[in-house]
């Protein structure tokens, strides 16, 4: 007679708690990417080593880690899946042990490639060393044809063992973030960072002014600030877009104005929240002609750098620089801003950044 | 060297030439159009529509005998309409080698403007209205926007009102 379903599945997971603390080590997630020597940079070098040692001496059975549970619950069927799991574990981390195997004389090997190990051994320690990425780039070739070597060379020098899958670990994951970047960079889909010019300028803690347009609170650093001007008499310029509300005169100079609200939410500009507005203040963005309308002027406050959610790759709203966390409100990118407005760009207009 | 200072400044001058401007109202902004191609102003004075004319002119009017073409202005510029008044004028103008009338809320005054104190208007506008301004200029704390009445209809309009 059957189990239930109920019955089966309380069964599996009763198993899968009942599970030796050890075994789980082996089975984890992080230590399947690796390969060869590779092992990930999370799993612990003490299990890969014990796994390593373990293959080496031909016990394959004790790395299973539910291997005597299995015994007692062979005849259940349910068992087998979590037993399949963790052999192709086993064999993403032995795959180059493995190879090694499969030679004639292991031994021959362990004698034969000990001085070019070590040789390895003592490059890898100093070029990894080296600050430059390219460095070591050029000695992930050679490395990886003496990956076996280093692991059969364990078995008699522990401390060179650690400091080769160390070094391995490192050149791999610099090597990785490097072309990583290389290919966001020949995509062009990620420029280096959009918001870091603008945190280049700003130190760790800096000032914002924030200012209140129909209801939205805009903040925008003091640095970018270039001034605060009451509105006067705004000259209307014909054949100009809905956001651009005219020029005003400023001592010797002109002031382009811009409808804040028309251009930051023309979705919602009607032409009642239109009437409902009532602009009080220009606040200049650095040294341009534009100003940006505003309602009132709220507070200038210091924030920590790291209280702002800084954007991290482009989007629709380049002007908009982050997010300052504790007043959820969002932060001007004034450059991207002042290259948006000279350009005639309305807010959800596409910029090219070249 | 004296000489060629003295070339120079008048070199500097020939291009710091000063301009004159007769200026108009429209909808509470002053406008400027060159003085050279301004015949006249007149006082509002009838205008007779002309059927299956386009939608920028009010109509005709009988100036010495001549008939000279009325230009809506405000609807050229993209403004809604206003009642007439006292002040409501016709400036006779010459441009495209045509005469025509253009209608205004008032006529002001005739300004002078070196060419330096001229500003390109933010080149911002996309729509028809944004290239009839050739410059903007700051007087006396207040906005000029200089008018390029060669450009007030298209080489087409232009056409089209001799054909009226």
Known sequence: MSKSVDETVFDYFSLLLQEPAPAKTVIQPEAKPVKGTTSSPSAPAVDSKSVVDTYVNNKPEALMPNASTSKVIGS????????????????????????????????????????????????????????????????????AGKEINSLVDIKTDDSTLNALKDAIIKHDKLAEEKSAQQLQHAKGAIPPSVTQNLQDVLDDEFQVLFFNVAGLTLAVPLVSLGGIIKIDKINHLIGRPSWFKGVQTHRDSKINVVDTCAWVMPEKYSPELAETVNYQYLVML?????????????????????????????????????????????????????????????CQDSIDRG | MSDSRSVAAVAAGKDDAVLQWVTFKLDHETYGINVMQVQEVLRYTEIAPVPGAPHYVLGIINLRGNVVTVIDTRSRFGLQSAELDDSTRIVIIEAEKQVIGILVDSVAEVVYLRRSEIDNAPNVGTEESAKFIQGVSNRDNELLILVDLDKLLSDEEWVELTQL
């Open chain 1, 76 to 143: 259940r069927s349910f068992a087998e899946p979590a037993t399949q799991v963790d052999k192709l574990a086993l064999e993403k981390l032995l795959s180059a042990v493995t190879q090694a195997d499969k030679q004639t004389d292991i031994q021959l090997q362990i004698k034969a490639s000990a001085k070019r190990v070590r040789e390895a051994i003592s490059q890898t320690e100093t070029k990894t060393l080296a600050p430059s990425v390219d460095g070591v780039q050029l000695q992930k070739t050679p490395l």
């Open chain 1, 286 to 346: 650095e040294n341009s002609a534009w100003g940006l309308t505003c309602e009132s002027l709220v507070n200038a406050v210091k924030i920590d750098k790291s209280h702002v959610n800084w954007r991290e790759k482009p989007g629709k709203r380049p002007w908009l620089a982050g997010v300052v966390k504790q007043q959820m409100c969002g932060i001007l990118h004034v450059q991207a801003l002042i290259e948006m407005l000279d350009a005639g760009l309305g």
